[in-house]
């Protein structure tokens, strides 16, 4: 957003403490009613009370979306606090969190406060942050009751600045410094749409699907289309709200925060990329080989693997053949075995944390097609070689240069049409989203290895061909989602209403 400007909401005014000098902060009385505060750019901290579902917080909020301003809470947010239905739903991943932090308490029923994602306790810290990215709110009070089956929660409420106790003011001041030096949106000399747009990605990734040099290009590229682009991570999962489109650069999974991620943005009405539901179609090879062998799209023979199965698959297949884990990654959990001795021996292994896994006939070529497909159209192409002196693009036990192998990119209409053709038949099975597709090609037949949700895109590399271009055709999309959805919004709106 531009000129954004934090600004305090309070009940009231001596609820703020007078050394706090370094924000602006306001009443609830005057953010509502007074025209001070009714320009586009603020960044507003409702620390109101919010005792019931139409109190004064809840206008604060409320009015704050209507302005255009960023709230924490959000409406919303402070709607799910007071249904015990609701916030229960999200409570899944909190046991295993619960169970450690609270395995010391000997009473039955133990009560938690949170402040911007803090708590007084060390011991809790953890605790303290999973419920804040869960529940965005700056001050709230968590009851936890011990019954038969372990610790649930009796009750989860919002706090006002002036329900904290004096003793633990200190605590909400230094919680409240840390949330919100983050950096925030800054005014830019360019048209705008009022659009913002986060990233996510893993400084720390070291197979992340676009290197520093592409994340700089995709912010520049959103930047000349208008739109405010911002470099996120897994601890800003409580701001992921304040954004309308989420685009994610970190390696997906089922198991790990980036489907959270996916999911919650979705749900809240935001555009994603990797939507959930292609993260979840592509994550599993399992499920892959069967979309693909249901629409006659050519793939090396492949057999789901059992315990009960195992000596089958060899007469089916021959060897060499390939294992792999249903929900492996960048060549990670792919195995090519040479006979029945090390087939026997690597299915075990395998078998034992999933309970099927894929033999695929072994495929042998110099290197593999890799097609960016967007929106259904075919975006870049690549050849990606097969590392020095093995038989994988990747080779995990090699270094430095050694470890991938080489590759060139070419013009889409420079590729064998067949392969661009059967990608996007493979593309289309998963949705209208951002894939990359893995092809062989042996003569003029052309195989499906599988289709990626969150495909490279590395400067220097899968650029070549269009330079900028691709990296605006993607932020491009995104925008176009954004305006899609919001006019879709407006015409129900429009009809609900007559």
């Given amino acids: 957003m531009k000129n954004t400007r934090n600004l305090i909401v309070v009940d009231d ?12 902060v306001v009443s609830a009385d005057e953010y509502i009613t007074g025209d001070d505060y009714t320009s586009a750019g603020y960044r507003v901290v409702n620390l109101c009370r919010q005792d019931h579902k139409l109190s004064l917080g ?14 924490m809470p959000t409406a919303r947010t402070i709607q799910s606090l007071m249904s015990k239905r609701i916030y229960e739903a999200e409570l899944d991943e909190l046991n295993s969190v619960v169970k450690r932090s609270l395995a010391r308490i000997i009473q039955e029923d133990f009560s938690l406060s949170v402040y911007f994602g803090q708590n007084l306790a060390a011991s809790h810290a953890r605790l303290a942050q999973t419920l804040f990215n869960i529940f965005p709110c700056p001050l709230f009070k968590v009851q936890f009751l011990y019954r038969d089956d372990g610790w649930e929660i009796g009750s989860l409420r919002p706090l006002g600045l002036g329900q904290v106790p004096l003793a633990h003011l200190f605590k909400v001041k230094d919680a409240m410094d840390a949330f919100l030096s983050k950096r925030w949106h800054i005014e830019r000399d360019r048209p705008s749409t009022g659009y913002d747009v986060a990233i996510l990605h893993n400084p720390e990734e070291k197979n992340a699907p676009s290197n520093a040099r592409a994340l700089r290009n995709f912010i520049r590229a959103g930047e000349s289309l208008g739109l405010d682009v911002e470099l996120i991570t897994r601890s800003d999962y409580p701001r992921l709200l304040e954004f309308d489109a989420l685009f994610i650069r970190e390696t997906t999974s089922l198991e790990n925060h980036t489907y959270r991620f996916a999911t919650k943005a979705e749900r809240e009405g935001m555009t994603v990329i990797d939507d959930a539901d292609s993260i979840r179609r592509c994550s599993n090879k399992v499920y892959m080989h069967e979309l693909l062998r249901k629409n006659r799209i050519r793939t090396p023979r492949t057999e789901i693997v059992s315990a009960r199965n195992i000596e089958q698959v060899a007469g089916d297949l021959g060897y060499p053949l390939v294992l792999k884990i249903p929900d492996s990654a960048f060549s990670l959990g792919v195995f090519k075995v040479a006979n029945e001795t090390e087939l026997r021996g ?12 894929l033999a695929q006939e072994f495929l042998p070529t110099d290197f593999d097609w890799r ?3 967007l929106d259904r159209k075919p975006l870049f192409v690549c050849r990606y070689y097969m590392s020095r002196d093995h038989w994988q693009i990747y080779n995990h036990a090699a270094k430095g240069d050694d470890c991938m192998g080489n590759f060139d990119t070419l013009a889409v ?8 053709q059967t990608a996007l038949e493979a593309a289309n099975l998963i949705g209208d989203g951002f894939y990359g597709v893995d092809l062989k090609q042996k003569g003029d037949e052309v195989y499906v290895i599988e289709i990626n949700d969150n495909p490279n895109v ?31 919004a407006e015409d129900e709106a429009r009809a609900e209403h007559g």
């Avoid at 005014?13 to 602006?24: C, G």
């Avoid at 809840?58 to 709230?71: D, F, N, P």
């Avoid at 690597?346 to 896994?357: H, M, P, T």
């Fill in 458 to 488: 590395d400067a220097g590399v899968e650029d070549r061909i269009l330079g900028d271009e691709v990296y605006v055709r993607i932020m491009q999309s995104l925008l176009d989602r954004i305006e899609a959805s919001r006019q879709r």
């Fill in 58 to 71: 809840y206008y604060v909020s409320l009015l704050a979306e209507a302005r255009g301003h960023r709230a």
């Fill in 13 to 24: 005014i001596r609820d703020w403490q007078p050394e706090w000098t370094n924000y602006p």
């Fill in 346 to 357: 690597k299915a075990a292994q395998l078998l034992k944390d999933s309970d099927l896994v």
């Fill in 413 to 420: 209409e420079e590729t064998p049409p067949e392969v661009i």
């Fill in 371 to 373: 097609v960016g497909v």
